[in-house]
């Protein structure tokens, strides 16, 4: 099994800044792809930002310049910084990883259980 475990969400008012972290456990052999997604009320998730096993990146148009995610290739772990943050950018946002469990297998899509971020004043 493959857990990811998400923290740092909350309340911030607008044009603070919070920063999410996403922990990666269980039986992973190699992680391929590490990302942030998120979901506002009545809309469906989107994707926010995500880094591959290579370095690159692809981000949402909507956080260009204002979300910065960085990888700590030994522990797993995923780290969103939301900077200039929003009402709009107001989700729950979710950790994601494609990753496999033994050599050759099959890439598996896994998520965290999801953090509410609220930007309100």
């Known amino acids: ?3 990811l475990v998400e923290s740092g969400g909350g309340l911030v008012q607008p044009g603070g800044s ?18 942030w997604y998120r ?11 995500m880094t591959t096993s290579s370095g690159s990146t692809n981000s949402a148009d909507s ?5 910065i995610i960085s990888r700590d290739y030994g522990k797993n772990t995923v780290y969103l910084q939301m900077n200039r943050l929003k ?8 950790c994601n990883i494609k990753a ?3 050599r050759g297998g099959i890439i598996g899509d ?3 259980q999801g953090t509410q971020v609220t930007v309100s004043s």
């Open 18 to 35: 919070l920063r999410l972290s996403c922990a990666a456990s269980g039986s992973i052999f190699s992680i391929y792809t590490m990302g």
């Open 1 to 3: 099994q493959v857990q």
């Open 87 to 94: 009402s709009e950018d107001t989700a729950v946002y979710y």
């Open 110 to 112: 896994y998520w965290g």
């Open 63 to 67: 956080v260009k310049g204002r979300f």
């Open 100 to 102: 496999t469990q033994i």
């Open 39 to 49: 979901q506002a009320p009545g809309k469906q998730r989107e994707l926010v930002t």
